[in-house]
């Protein structure tokens, strides 16, 4: 899965720069083992809500890439017929209960689902994952305060990559972790995984679903993470340090579970296999977006 949302997410920004994509769009290349390690464990009639930066959630939960692309593109035969866009991701018949672009706004709405499903008597689980800056949004807390009083079967994902768009966010926050640190506040424990190991997110992904399909409540996870271009597309990132981005580079996801995998004993060629595959899954939904009908 990794191999895919890097390898998709690469081609939509080369289809980027050829002027294919219609308006702006929020990559999250470094960041894939959040949402891998997450979609492994959801069941597929759970619900994942997911900001702007939506691209990998929607494909770790199954979408067609192809009619993701499309839907980048502004084609009829995305996912959203072309008219919702990079930022608006939707796919209700895989869980994916939309991208949202109003910061910390779908913490409240993944409550209004995890509570749906109590009242239904289901034990689906709904997983919201949101950026380091939504941790200094009302919304934030006032989910977080609901969802341990009526114990809701929610999972709330912080995906901290150190920057809110331009500004870093140990400047403006008083705590080391803004979300881990904030958990006690709501009686829950302070989670915080290593966002770049897919295996310590599916390890800790595992224990939070688990807990809130027992009807055991809400968890808050931080994944410390680091996306490796700019906030967007029009965004170069010359702000960051580089000796910072050199840093978290070598412990990119892509590589670094590559050589584990080596470690443990799976054939080079095995994983030359999956990289190819995967690569002619990204030509085939290119070509498929590339065909659509313009709205």
Request: hydrophobic share 40%; glycine share 10%; aromatic share 8%.
């Amino acid at each position: 899965m990794q191999q895919l949302l890097r390898q998709f997410e690469k081609r939509a920004y080369d289809m980027f720069l050829q002027n294919l994509v219609k308006g702006t769009s929020h990559l999250s290349l470094g960041q894939e083992a959040v949402a891998t390690g997450f979609g492994r464990v959801m069941r597929p009639d759970d619900y994942t809500f997911a900001t702007y930066r939506g691209h990998a959630h929607t494909l770790s939960r199954g979408a067609d890439p192809g009619a993701v692309l499309a839907e980048l593109l502004g084609r009829e035969n995305g996912i959203l017929k072309g008219k919702g866009g990079s930022m608006h991701l939707t796919s209700v018949e895989h869980g994916m209960m939309g991208s949202y672009a109003i910061i910390g706004a779908h913490l409240t709405i993944a409550n209004g689902a995890a509570w749906s499903a109590r009242m239904r008597g289901t034990d689906q689980v709904a997983v919201c994952f949101f950026g380091d800056g939504t941790t200094n949004i009302g919304a934030f807390h006032e989910a977080l305060n609901l969802a341990a009083i009526w114990d809701l079967p929610v999972v709330f994902v912080c995906e901290n990559n150190l920057w809110m768009e331009y500004t870093p966010i140990d400047l403006i926050t008083a705590v080391a972790n803004p979300a881990a640190d904030r958990a006690s506040a709501y009686g829950l424990e302070g989670i915080v995984v290593d966002g770049n190991d897919a295996d310590a997110v599916y390890q800790v992904a595992t224990q939070a679903i688990g807990k809130a399909r027992r009807g055991e409540g809400p968890s808050l996870v931080e994944a410390q993470t680091y996306r490796e271009q700019g906030h967007s597309r029009a965004d170069p990132a010359k702000y960051r340090p580089p000796a910072e981005v050199q840093a978290w580079k070598e412990r990119d996801p892509i590589p670094m579970y590559h050589e584990r995998l080596l470690r443990l004993g799976v054939p080079e060629g095995d994983l030359s296999k999956i990289q190819q595959d995967v690569a002619r899954r990204v030509d085939e939904a290119t070509e498929f977006a590339k065909g659509g009908a313009v709205p």
